[in-house]
């Protein structure tokens, strides 16, 4: 018997594979628009936008003080954008509450999920992967603290 007959091939699809590591692995609603897998922020997942250009410190900042939590590029109609994925802590905050050129996205929100290190049809990439090792997301309140307030 040679090696290659030993060794089982695997027989799950890239479907599979995606709803495993984000849906069971941890637990996040995946939405499937033909064969593009995207995540749909409900069940107390939101997620905090801003352009990328301001990102920079923001990561620092929340990655100081433990709250950092998964954060994607995101191509947007108004430029590159960065969606930082949180647990909503109750309420969302009105828009008039928020720092200059956040948004806070929830309630059947679809995100474009990156399938490996990106996915080619809309150009997203993690900047923070999501960790296996540390499967809960920051509060929106901690995200938010993360932001400085520019009016």
Not at 10 to 36: E, I, M, N, Q
Not at 115 to 124: E, F, I, S
Request: glycine share 8%; charged share 15%.
């Amino acid at each position: 018997m040679s090696l290659d007959q030993q060794v089982p091939t695997s027989t799950a699809t890239p479907v599979d594979r995606v709803d495993a590591y984000y849906g069971r692995l941890f637990g996040w609603p995946v939405k499937w628009r033909g064969v593009h897998p995207f995540l749909a922020l409900e069940n107390g997942i939101c997620a905090v936008t801003l352009p990328k250009l301001s990102a920079g410190p923001v990561l620092t900042r929340l990655a100081a003080t433990g709250c950092q939590g998964p954060a994607m590029h995101l191509p947007t109609q108004h430029g590159p954008r960065v969606a930082l994925l949180a647990e909503t802590d109750g309420l969302i905050p009105p828009r008039s509450a928020l720092p200059r050129n956040v948004d806070v996205l929830a309630w059947g929100t679809l995100l474009p999920l990156p399938v490996g290190a990106h996915r080619v049809d809309v150009a997203t990439e993690w900047l923070s992967a999501p960790d296996p090792q540390q499967r809960w997301l920051p509060s929106l309140g901690a995200v938010l603290a993360g932001i400085p307030e520019r009016r």
